[in-house]
């Protein structure tokens, strides 16, 4: 399965993703684009940011991930 796919729940170590600071999980909304940089494909992702205890941000985010570092993880709130 494809780790960055509309309706998955992501997590993305600090330092695979670019815009923000700390972890980021993330609910797919949408996939931008993907491609190589510097050797390793990355994907401009937008979504909504899951927050500890389930719930969802409001407002979308977007971020630029590496897609051999986004886990897909279980978000049971929403």
């Known amino acids: ?19 923000g600071e700390g972890p980021l999980t993330l609910l797919i909304t949408e996939v931008l684009r993907r ?3 510097q050797g390793v494909e990355w994907a401009e992702v937008r979504g909504h940011e899951v927050h500890p205890d389930g719930s969802l941000r409001i407002r979308q985010s977007s971020a630029l991930v590496r897609v051999d570092q986004a886990r897909p993880v279980e978000v049971r709130s929403w």
């Not at 399965?1 to 993305?12: E, F, K, P, Q």
């Open 1 to 19: 399965m494809d780790r960055l796919t509309v309706g998955v729940a992501i997590r993305v170590p600090a330092e695979a993703y670019r815009t």
């Open 35 to 37: 491609g190589p940089f």
